[in-house]
């Protein structure tokens, strides 16, 4: 049983490493590994969309043609038998450019070949799960972040097989861990008891 932190977040935050740090202290308690897979910490540039890894059929993500960091971390992800989702966004008009990237060159889970017009999931069935956890600084009323947001990592999800379970918005508080404790341990619950089936 392993866990994957898929984290998307593109600045550095006590917050969110407070929330990384009780997920992987939980799951430790329980004797689940888990792993953190930290994008910006990697070189990974954006898709060029030369659609090269969308032309072979399979179930399995077909590896980029561009020499980065990608490429290992696509076997990294493919380790994980349930995904906790992380990303901050701290602008409210523009998006998480970290998430970007990796989204973007998450094509290689999809099956497009030239000629067609929409790309096919390369894992239609969702055999494994995941949370979604958005660390959001943009307090503004009818705050519509919260929801593109929540779509993007959505698409995250279901490019590598994950159906979601829940998700959550987190906004910085005085004692954040404190006021989310209670609701991060449902989550994690709600991931583990997804493998025990």
């Excluded at 999800?157 to 609701?183: F, H």
């Amino acid at each position: 049983m392993l866990i994957k932190i898929i984290d998307c977040t593109e600045s550095y935050n006590q917050d969110i490493e407070g929330i990384v740090t009780f997920f992987t202290n939980y799951f430790n308690a329980l004797n689940i590994k888990s792993e953190r897979i930290k994008f910006k910490d990697y070189r990974i540039v954006t898709c060029t969309q030369c659609r090269c890894c969308t032309q072979i059929k399979g179930e399995e993500p077909v590896k980029c043609v561009i020499k980065d960091d990608m490429n290992p971390l696509l076997d990294k992800i493919e380790e994980g038998d349930a995904y906790i989702i992380l990303e901050d966004r701290n602008d409210l008009f523009n998006k998480n450019k970290v998430h970007e990237k990796v989204e973007s060159r998450l094509i290689a889970y999809h099956y497009w070949p030239y000629g067609q017009t929409d790309s096919i999931l390369r894992k239609p069935i969702l055999k494994k799960t995941s949370i979604l956890i958005n660390y959001n600084t943009t307090k503004y009323f009818m705050n519509h972040s919260f929801y593109t947001t929540k779509i993007s990592m959505e698409d995250v999800s279901a490019s590598i097989g994950a159906e979601v379970l829940d998700w959550q918005v987190i906004i910085p508080t005085n004692d954040l861990i404190k006021d989310y404790a209670k609701r991060l341990k449902e989550l994690a619950d709600l991931l583990i008891n997804s493998l025990k089936k």
